[in-house]
């Protein structure tokens, strides 16, 4: 893996960590949209959890590339799931943001895990 591969795989897993850890402390800035898209406060824990899940998959990936790999796909479908519930939600202007998330992954999976 190269050194970019690298330092993108941990750049994404520390984003993507973040985001968990926002969900978790429920953070006005995430739980509030959360709400306003009709995703029920039951889930919001779970969320979390794959979110970090993924994050420390990305991170094994470095030393277990398949680990990576698998992590990097499911936090793909996370996140291209989060842009559909907000197209859904008729939010528009909030797409970006799941968007901000997806990119670094969908790099780290590109540069990063030989097959």
Same mark, same amino acid.
């Given at each position: 893996m190269s050194t970019t591969a690298t330092i993108v795989t941990i750049a994404a897993a520390l984003w993507v960590g973040f985001s968990a850890v926002s969900v978790f402390l429920r953070a006005t800035w995430v739980v509030g949209p959360l709400a306003e898209y009709g995703v029920p406060r039951s889930w919001w824990p779970w969320l979390g959890v794959a979110?970090?899940?993924? !994050?420390? @998959? #990305? =991170? +094994? @990936? #470095? $030393?277990?590339? +398949?680990? %990576?790999? =698998? &992590?990097a796909i499911g936090l793909v479908l996370y $996140?291209? %799931? &989060?842009?559909v519930t907000v197209l859904r &939600?008729? !939010?528009y202007g909030h797409v970006p943001f799941p968007l901000l998330y997806l990119a670094p992954v969908v790099a780290a999976l590109a540069l990063g895990f030989p097959g």
């Open positions: 979110k970090a899940a993924g !994050s420390v @998959g #990305l =991170l +094994v @990936g #470095l $030393f277990v590339p +398949v680990v %990576g790999v =698998l &992590a $996140f291209v %799931g &989060a842009v &939600a008729r !939010s």
